[in-house]
Structure formats: C-alpha cells, structure tokens
C-alpha cells in the first residue's frame, strides 16, 4: 500500500499537500480507493464554496455504492478537479498525483496539526 | 458475518482473493478482480459465478399429471406445457398477486420438477408451497443444502461446456435441462443464467463444487461475483426479486406478463391479474437512462416529471458497457411512455433522464 512520506491524512482516508502559502491539495489514499474500487462518478464542490473541517464536502462513487468525502480542514474551495467528471477512474489510477480531488485555501492553518503522519496512517490500515 | 452461511466454494474466493459480503443470509464474493472487467468478460468471453446460495427444489408426483397440475395451481407460467428436459420463467405469487419469488422449473422426468429459486426466499417459498401441497399425491423436497452451483456464462460457454463435457456431450437448448453423469458424479445442467449472454448453469454435490469450479476456470472462465452479476443483469432489465419485484408489486405491472398464462383456469394471484389486464395498470416497470453527466443512480431513489412525483427507483447503477447510469422504477401511468422526460433526485439534486425501451443492451 503506497503511503507517501510528505503529506498528511485524515482518519476517514483522505490526504492533504501543502502548496503553498495556505493552500492545500486533497485527495483519497491508496487505501481508500482500493476499498471503494472502480470508481465511477465524483461528485466535486464548486469553487468559491467554504466549508469547516469533517463537514461533507464531496462524493466518490463506485459500480457498488457512494461514499462521503470529508473536508480535512476549514477553508474556501479555490480549484477542483475537472479531469475527473470524464474520468473518475483517474482517482483509482494515480490516487496521490492526477487522481487529486480540490485545493482549499486554508481558514485556519493551525488545523494542519490535528492531521496524521504517513506513519500513523500506516499503522492505521495495517 | 458469523451469522452467515458459506458457500461450498468458499475457500476457493478466499484464495482467489475474493471481497466477501453478505448477501441474502451467505457470505458471497462480490468481485474478485473488479466489478467492470467481470463484466466485460461475461458480455465477450466467459465468466463463472458461483451461486450455491439459490435453493434447488424437487417436486414429484405419483402420476405424470399430479405435481404439474398442483404447479399450475400455484406458478403463473404453464407446467402442464413442459415436455421432459424443458424448462421455463415463472413466478409464485400471493393471494393479491403480488410477486413472492421469480424462478425456473424444469420438468427433470415424466413426473418430478426441478426448481430453482432465489436464496432470500427459499424458507419463504417452501414454507408456503408446503401449505399448498394436495393431501397427497404430491410431494415437495428442499435439497438446497446438498448442491454446488455454478453459472458459466459468455459467448464462449458453448465451447466452455465441449471441454468441461467433451465433444460427444450434449449442451441442452436454450431453457432446457439434462442430468450428465461424470467421473465426478451426476451434474445437472440448464441452459439459463442472470447475464442476458449464452451460457449455462452447473448444479453438482457440495463436495464437488471446487473441482466443477476448478473446471470451469481451466475452460477459460474469469471468476465473476455478485457485483458483476447484477450490473449485467440490469443492463438487460431482468428483475432483481427484493428490489424489482415485490409482494405489492404483480408481474403485469413488473412487465413479464409473458410468464404469466392468463388462460390457465386458476392459479394463485390469478384473479388480481385479470382485474388489472381490464382496467389498465396505475404502475409499470420501466427502464430509466440518464441522459446527461449523473451520479449513479440508486435504488430508492425518487423520480420526478416537473415537480411530480411519479416513482422510485428500484434498481439503478452505471452501466460498465454504456458508461451512464441505468436504472429501472415502477413509474405511474402516462409518465411511462418510451423517450418521456424524468428526473431522478440524487443527493437532493436533479437529474435529466428518460424512459427508454427494454432492456438497455
């Protein structure tokens, strides 16, 4: 199971880059995406809406059934990944890179401590 | 999933690596690669799904007329038509012709019948075909326990059976039925299946179950599980009993009024179904396409025209062959016409879709 060292991770599986000034990427881990497996359809914020952490901010959905997406953290939505309502299998083929889900302009960046190590992740799914 | 009942072939998943869920009281594969590639193989090549969990019945006679009369009186399709080998559709229904269970019989000799049901109902069906049983004369047997099922399926499955059988081996017509004795003991054999593609369905002892698998797969079948089997069903609009079918739902409604014999003098449900073939039907079961980018569309889902709402939906996925989500819903009378207008409500929005024709490849 691929667990990149340099991001973070929520318990309900989602992963968090930091860009740059207080700009994160998100996405769902390896882990997430083979539980869900093939992907079908995700359903994505639009940009400019906020939300606070652990609020429902997006959906993934495979052939079997749809699963909630969680804000890791509180900010305002500022990019979504369009490549994916062609293709949500994107998200199963490269989870931590063309797979990314939105960029969110962080509200309250101390949040960022709250989140796991890949360490922790780790021992979370093993 | 303690509680749960373990197919003959369960070992054989768990090596494969098979995702186990339940489904219908069993522990069930429900994908073993994925749910799309299973898919893809049963509609080009060959796949094999193990469905151990349906029930085997057996009903016998003491004379040639005597079990298929008393089927009459209780299925909806003609018993009395079968020659020895053939087999058809049919459903057993409740006194207000709502659907109980969907399944096959199979006239196996000149006085005994095959039947082949649904594993959420076999309790169900048993139970209230033992009520109906003549005095005597009749008697009804559940072996559900003592067989392995296997349903190989696929343009491919002709060739499949020539390998399993050899070339001397006679693969029954479409709907038929044939006992094979082999080195591995009797295996029944119908020409049926859940995909909408040729193919056949393999009922052996428990014990053999592994090998008959193992055979399959050295024939050239993909293992498919569940998840596979109900996006193929679907995409040919064959009903799923629990979602498509009910007991407040009749088969006229549910569109299968070709396993219905009207002509019959009486069977259980019949006279519910002769009210509805006069005065017209307030619901239909119809075949949903989403005719825009969608989320999958759901069971449960509500249907709209306008603000209206005229149904919900009681199957839905996104097709792995047409690559759009499908569904199908009882909808009321005059939204149901083929190339009508809908919405489905999906997580609080709406999305355009029409009603198509049966099935949707």
């Not at chain 2, 190339?339 to 409500?345: I, N, Q, S, Y």
């Amino acid at each position: 199971m691929n667990v990149p060292t340099e991001l973070k991770y929520t318990e309900s599986h989602e992963w968090v880059r930091s860009d740059e000034d207080d700009v994160v990427t998100v996405g769902i881990t390896d882990y997430a995406q083979q539980e869900m497996t093939e992907l079908v359809y995700v359903e994505l914020p639009e940009v400019g809406q906020k939300f606070n952490a652990k609020d429902e901010i997006a959906v993934v959905e495979s052939v079997k059934s749809a699963s909630d997406i969680y804000a890791p953290l509180s900010g305002e939505v500022v990019e979504i990944n369009e490549s994916l309502a062609e293709d949500a299998a994107i998200v199963n083929n490269s989870p931590f890179d063309d797979g990314w889900l939105f960029k969110l302009n962080l509200s309250n960046p101390s949040e960022l401590d709250n989140l796991m190590s890949a360490d922790a992740y780790t021992a979370k799914i093993s | 999933m303690d509680d749960l009942r373990r197919s003959p072939l369960h070992d054989t998943h768990i090596q494969l690596g098979a995702r186990m869920v339940p489904f219908a009281g069993w522990e069930m594969p429900v994908q073993y690669e994925g749910i799309i590639p299973e898919n893809r193989a049963v509609r080009q090549k060959l796949g094999v799904f193990d469905i151990s969990h349906m029930g085997e019945l057996f009903v016998s006679g003491n004379s040639a007329g005597s079990a298929a009369g008393w089927l009459d009186t209780i299925l909806t399709n003609n018993v009395a038509k079968l020659n020895i080998g053939q087999g058809q559709y049919t459903l057993l229904l409740n006194e207000t012709g709502g659907v109980i269970d969907d399944l096959i019989v199979c006239r196996q000799s000149d006085t005994n019948y095959f039947l082949v049901v649904n594993a959420s109902k076999v309790e169900e069906d048993v139970s209230w075909m033992q009520a109906k049983l003549p005095a005597s004369g009749v008697t009804l047997t559940n072996r559900s326990a003592e067989f392995a099922g296997l349903a190989v399926q696929g343009p491919e499955a002709v060739t499949a059976f020539q390998t399993m059988f050899g070339d001397s081996a006679q693969l029954p017509e479409r709907f038929c039925m044939s006992t094979i004795a082999t080195d591995d003991g009797d295996v029944i054999i119908c020409r049926t299946g859940y995909t909408g593609e040729d193919g056949y369905e393999l009922f052996c002892t428990a014990a053999t179950g592994p090998n008959w698998w193992q055979r399959c797969i050295d024939a050239g079948a993909a293992p498919a599980g569940l998840g596979a089997r109900d996006s193929l069903r679907l995409e040919k609009c064959y009903p799923l009993n629990g979602n498509d079918l009910s007991p407040d739902r009749t088969p006229l409604e549910a569109g299968l009024a070709f396993a219905v014999d009207l002509h019959k003098p009486d069977f259980i449900g019949r006279e519910t179904l002769i009210r509805q073939k006069t005065k017209g039907l307030h619901r239909r079961l119809v075949a949903i396409k989403q005719t825009g980018k969608s989320p999958s569309p759901r069971a449960g889902y509500l249907v709209l025209s306008g603000d209206k709402e005229v149904g919900t939906l009681s199957s839905g996925g996104v097709s792995p062959n047409l690559r759009c989500g499908i569904s199908m819903a009882y909808i009321t009378s005059g939204h149901n016409k083929i190339g009508t207008a809908l919405d489905v409500e999906i997580r609080g929005k709406r999305f355009p879709a029409e009603v198509v024709k049966k099935p949707f490849i």
